[in-house]
């Protein structure tokens, strides 16, 4: 926290102003008339070589001394800027009670000044001292002008983000806020504060109550939303009563973060409908139109998407010479990526690629070139793509990962395994710690056929991981695959299990396992209870075929067309087409 170079200007000026107004032996023209009478500073030269020789100490790594100076001559000419002073000397000796002692002076002698008594409140909350922010606390409001209040208070749970007992922290605040709970202004914002805090110390019932509350007060107040919304899940339908009860005055923004919510448990229907309540009533409001877009992508609806994207492009380059804050820009790249996405599903390459040399955020540009190169390799130009990946710069170790990951997807995409088994080895040798490459080696040795290569390097990978229940699941489901140890294969797809229960994908494996033992019946139930928390053309395939060797062919070709609905180029399910000659 040393001083700027501005500040250390202000304090040499300040020292030497009152140097010269306490008359140091500096000469100086006769004072006019209005001069004639001055005030005089509490700065006489005496204190003025004091504050030097503090200054001098601390320079000279003599923090203790220093402290004492500084404070001292703070608390003879109460200047805040010295008091700030003493409070950042001792703070750089990491003295948090000198800083405290510093900062409680300077707030007792100015008790007007916010700027003291945050400084009281920042250290009272770093050296973990919960209960005594009570004060502090109430002076931080109290100081605040009355249209800064509100958004004081609704700051105020940041500050207790490292607190070790965090129900002390809800308490204290409340005490600290009683005066506002009943506030019409400050009420709702208040309540919604506890109940964040409370929420942040585990008690969900106590932080729905406070949220009821707020809203209780002012439906208006998005605090309250804010809070409810933060609570949003299937046992907690109160949460989203309350969201949807402010739902119809809600800025664009928080309807949006609604929209997300359900997004993230999988309401897609939910969120569609609100989306479409949004461009309705606020069409400009472009970020509405990227989520649809993205919606529409994913449920097929090309046309549709295409349209909602390039509205979205539009909104946002309505104002080409406005500042591009970061969301604008990820959003921009998103649009691109999805419209690229949409001409590489029509086949139209050469547009794809368009759309993806567009992308020019920094974050978003390796990503897009790696994309480029896979649409380069599935036109047949592998080698023209791979060169693509590696001529792009990194950034960073992830960026180095990223790329190579990128060129052995490629290479595995094209059935290119003895290059991507050279490939992985070359950067095993590089990297000898990345146990991810070593799992990806020992994929890629299954599709050569190396299968005690295979197993070698996935129990290698059990000893070094033993609570990674990939490589169990990975080794089970091969020895399942091909009728081999089976015992020992349901053994090792269990064990996964342990270490990811209802891990929809090991829970296929486990049924695979299962229907090879000649259990069609528990194959099907594991099968029939993974697609549902799943749906995957992999699962499909296998649930398809353990019907089908049940003698349930109409069910059997329902089930392989959903598969190809979701990847109608999954390898398994198309292996199985052709092997069991379905028709469909």
């Known amino acids: 926290m040393a001083l700027d170079y501005y500040e250390r200007m202000r304090f040499k000026y300040v020292l030497l102003t009152l140097m010269l107004a ?11 008339a209005a001069e004639a009478n001055p005030k005089r500073s ?35 000419t109460n200047d805040p800027m010295v008091y700030r002073r003493a409070v950042q000397i001792a703070l750089q000796a990491r003295s948090g009670e000198s800083a405290l002692q510093a900062s409680r002076a300077w707030s007792q002698a100015l008790p007007a000044s916010r700027e003291a008594n945050r400084f009281v409140l920042q250290i009272l909350l770093g050296l973990n001292r919960i209960a005594d922010t009570l004060e502090p606390l109430k002076r931080e409001i109290a ?19 490292r607190a070790s007992d965090r129900q002390l922290a809800a308490t204290t605040v409340q005490k600290a806020l009683t005066s506002t709970l009943a506030d019409p202004y400050l009420g709702a914002t208040a309540w919604a504060v506890l109940g964040r805090l409370w929420l942040s110390a585990g008690d969900k019932q106590a932080a729905l109550n406070a949220a009821a509350k707020g809203q209780g007060l002012d439906i208006r107040s998005e605090h309250s939303a804010l809070l409810a919304l933060s609570m949003m899940s299937p046992d907690t339908l109160q949460a989203e009563a309350m969201v949807k009860k402010h739902l119809a005055i809600a800025r664009p923004e928080f309807r949006m973060a609604y929209i997300k919510a359900l997004l993230g448990t999988q309401r897609e229907d939910d969120a569609l409908s ?7 009533s606020a069409p400009t409001y472009a970020d509405a139109w990227l989520i649809q877009g993205a919606l529409s992508l994913q449920a097929g609806q090309l046309e549709v998407a295409e349209r909602q994207l390039q509205r979205y492009l539009d909104l946002i380059d309505a104002t080409p010479d406005a500042p591009q804050p970061a969301e604008i820009k990820r959003g921009r790249s998103q649009a691109y990526f999805s419209l690229a996405l949409i001409a590489q599903q029509r086949k139209d390459f050469a547009q794809a690629d368009a759309w993806l040399q567009r992308v020019s955020n920094p974050d978003d540009v390796l990503r897009a070139q790696i994309h ?8 047949g130009r592998v080698d023209e793509g791979l060169a693509l990946i590696h001529s792009q710069p990194e950034r960073s170790a992830d960026e180095a990962r990223l790329k190579r990951s990128a060129q052995v997807q490629i290479l595995r995409e094209q059935k290119l395994f003895d290059r991507t088994s050279d490939l992985l080895k070359e950067a095993i040798a590089k990297n000898p710690d990345d146990l991810d490459l070593v799992y990806d080696l020992a994929m890629v040795s299954e599709k050569l056929g190396k299968l005690d290569e295979m197993e070698r390097l996935l129990r290698t990978l ?3 991981k033993p609570d990674d229940p990939h490589p169990y699941n990975a080794l089970g489901y091969a020895l399942a695959d091909r009728n081999m140890r089976l015992p020992e294969s349901i053994v090792l797809i269990n064990k996964a299990l ?13 049924a695979w396992a299962e229907f090879r033992s000649g259990n069609k019946e528990e194959a099907l139930r594991l099968l029939q209870g993974a697609f549902k928390a799943k749906p995957d053309a992999e699962i499909a395939a296998h649930l398809g075929e353990v019907l089908w060797a049940m003698n349930r062919q109409a069910e059997a070709v329902q089930m392989f067309k959903e598969g190809l609905k979701l990847n109608p180029a999954n390898d398994t399910l198309m292996e199985t087409l052709k092997r069991l000659r379905v028709p469909l």
């Open 372 to 379: 480029r190169a896979t649409l380069m390799a599935q036109q």
């Open 22 to 32: 306490a008359g140091a032996g500096v000469h100086a023209q006769a004072p006019t």
């Open 274 to 280: 609100e989306l479409q309540s949004i461009t309705n």
């Open 42 to 76: 509490a700065l006489d030269s005496q204190l003025f070589y004091q504050l030097l020789l503090g200054e001098l100490s601390a320079r000279s790594e003599e923090p203790g001394a220093a402290f004492s100076l500084v404070l001292d001559a703070a608390r003879k």
């Open 462 to 464: 059990m000893a070094a």
């Open 143 to 161: 100081l605040a002008p009355a249209n800064e209040r509100r958004d004081v208070i609704w700051a105020i749970p940041g500050g207790f983000e």
């Open 498 to 510: 342990q270490l990811a229960p209802n891990d929809p994908f090991i829970t296929d494996s486990l």
